[in-house]
Structure formats: C-alpha cells, structure tokens
C-alpha cells in the first residue's frame, strides 16, 4: 500500500469509513479495491482486513473499553466464519448499555479465558466453545464449533473452560452440546 492509504492504518482503533453518508474519498477507495467492509460500516485498507487481528480491530471502536468480545463475535473474530447480526461483549468492569451494534453480558471470566487478538480482550477458543455451546441456538453450534476446531480449538482447553464456567448458566446445556467433542466421538473438522 501506498503512503497515501496511511491514514487507513489505525494504531489504535480502527478508523470507521463508510458509515451511511460515508465521505466520497472512502467509496472511491472501495470501489478501487483498496479497502474492504469487514463489519458493516467499518472499511479497512486491505492488508489490514484479514485475518484474526484485522477483523478485532476492525471492530475495537465499537465496542466498550474494559469488554471482551464473546459469544459468535468471538468465533468471528477467531475464524472469520459466522459473521453476527451484533457484536457480544462481557463486561469486566463498570456498566455499559447495549446498542444495535453491541450486546453487553455481566459475567466473570477467568485470565485463562482471555486473549489478545489484535490488541483486543477475545474469549479464547476453549471459553468460546464453553460459551456458545451455553447460551446460543443449539442448532447453530455444530457450525460453529467446526469452525472453531478448523482453527485449533483444542478439547483439553474446551474441558478447563467447561470446569471454569460450571456455575454459569447453560453449562449443564454446554457439556451435553460439546460432549461430541470431548469424547472425539464426531469429528467437527
């Protein structure tokens, strides 16, 4: 990319283009294929665009200081796979109201549940399984744990999240949704 696309590369959050109205400057460099819509409303120059890290940080101006991205914003994020309506988040701290774009959850997540992923706080693919397999449609899980195992979801890291969030609710639901891959009994792969 040329110097003349720098103010395309964010370094902190991702700058948002091409909101309704967006300026003529960004639609011509969409149509020019130097940047790309990775969450609606939210261009990024291309080389920034894919991947794990692009994707977060596609999405970091978006969502609250202090949250985690959780949920199917996670298995997005992860594996760029399964794009959500909303982007869910769990607050570690403070209050925040939901919006169109984010859902906020109250919960506790351990340090081990966490990751970096582009300089944003994402479940890690153990508490993703955990977490989806707990709180969403049971039929859309399947999708999404394959997806999550494509990118190196690993069943000892599903069973530390499983023990983490046991007092949650849904984790009966979870451990009965995930036991498949536990016991290796369905490759999801």
Known sequence: ????????????????????????????????????????????????????????GA??????SGSVLAYQAAVWVHTGRHRPQRLDVVLTGGRHRSTPQVRTHAERLAPADVVR????????????????????????????LAALRAHGLNPADVVAALERASGLRGAPRARRLLAPVLQGSVSLG
Do not use: K
């Open 1 to 56: 990319m040329t110097r003349a696309l720098d103010w395309l590369r964010p370094t902190a959050p991702a700058p948002l283009l091409g909101r309704r109205g967006g300026s003529a400057e960004a639609e011509q460099l969409r149509r020019d294929g130097l940047v790309v819509e990775v969450w609606p409303g939210v261009l990024r120059a291309l080389d920034l665009a894919h991947g794990a890290a692009g994707r977060s």
């Open 59 to 64: 999405v970091a101006a978006l969502v609250p």
């Open 117 to 144: 992923v582009g300089g944003r706080a994402v479940t890690s693919l153990g508490r993703t399984a955990v977490d989806v397999a707990r709180r969403c449609d049971p039929s859309d899980v399947p999708g999404w």
